[in-house]
């Protein structure tokens, strides 16, 4: 039986437009407008002018871990990983931090290297047009040790978000897929419930996530790859924009083909689930994955 999801794109459409626009805008929006404006239309400091836009999209940045923390750690565990204690934060808030670490590194060291190569501050603004190229290269690597884990079945040695101590790891975008929806698509704990009974009850729903992680590892580690190559090689007026903008369009449409493979996967699923049925005499329908649509 086919465990149905309890979630569906139809009645969000206009918060997930809302959110995409808040994700956007920090990073693309007001960090390019503040670096070009300040850069060519002023005569600030240049190490104040490479500061200002990272520091207020670090802003952004906390004000975003602080609402996920705030929802992970109230009273009622609605958001929180299945069987996990108060303080207990999901994997993606642990990769949240992490990111946020490589990247403060990278940043921090930048800026604390002043303009040592007397280039007019040129490496500087290569280097600090990484941030995105970091953050692919980070998920792909973590995604290629997450395939490898479930791959040779290694346990778990201690609870990883909703999953216990001792189960095999699973794919990355499963631990994404989980508490994003849980948590910033108030899918809450029913979903994460579904979710994981979904994945234990049906082949074709774990192989469709371990399939989604291998491409999208691929598609950032080459992106990443691309970006980092634009960023060093392009004339430094340009670089600052690729290295921030360049990623989230090639995303988008990442985005787009999987949610139309999700629909065929699960349409193909629920077709056989049907059929099962049949032959076996029944009259029940298992509904297909609502968040498909």
């Known amino acids: 039986m086919v465990v149905p999801l309890p979630y569906t794109l139809h009645t969000r459409y206009a918060s997930i437009a809302i959110a995409w626009t808040v994700i956007l805008i920090p990073p693309i929006f007001i960090n390019l407008g503040l670096f070009y404006g300040l850069w060519y239309a002023t005569n600030l400091d240049r190490i104040l002018v490479l500061t ?10 906390i004000i975003g871990i602080a609402e ?7 009273k009622s565990p609605q958001y929180r990983p299945l069987n996990s204690g108060r303080l207990g934060l999901d994997i993606f808030q ?3 931090f992490l990111a946020l670490l490589l990247i403060s590194a990278l940043i921090s060291s930048t800026l604390a290297r002043g303009d040592t190569d007397n280039d007019g501050h ?12 970091v953050l692919m290269y980070m998920l792909s690597t973590l995604t290629l040790l997450s395939l ?15 999953s216990p101590r001792g189960e095999t790891i699973r794919p990355a975008i499963f ?21 994981n009974a979904r994945y234990e009850s049906s082949e074709m729903f774990r192989n469709m996530l371990w399939n989604l992680s291998v491409c999208w590892m691929l598609a950032f580690y080459v992106l990443g790859a691309v970006v980092t190559v634009l960023v060093l090689l392009l004339p430094v007026a340009s670089v600052y924009a690729v290295g921030w903008a360049a990623p989230f369009p ?26 099962g049925e049949e032959s076996l005499g029944g009259d029940e329908r298992a509904p297909l994955l609502n968040g498909a649509g």
């Open 94 to 96: 642990w990769g949240y």
């Open 175 to 195: 631990y994404i897929v989980e508490d994003v929806v849980a948590v910033d698509g108030n899918g809450e704990i029913e979903y994460r419930e579904a979710f």
């Open 148 to 162: 490898i884990g479930n791959a040779l079945e290694v346990k778990l040695p201690f609870r990883f978000g909703s």
């Open 250 to 275: 090639v995303a988008g449409l990442m985005v787009v083909a999987t949610i139309f493979y999700v629909k065929s996967v699960m349409s193909k699923e629920g077709k056989e689930e049907d059929e």
């Open 122 to 133: 040129e490496y500087q603004i290569r280097l600090l047009s990484l941030p995105a190229v």
């Open 52 to 61: 200002l836009p990272t520091a207020i999209l670090g802003i952004f940045t």
């Open 68 to 74: 996920r923390i705030y929802k992970l750690t109230q």
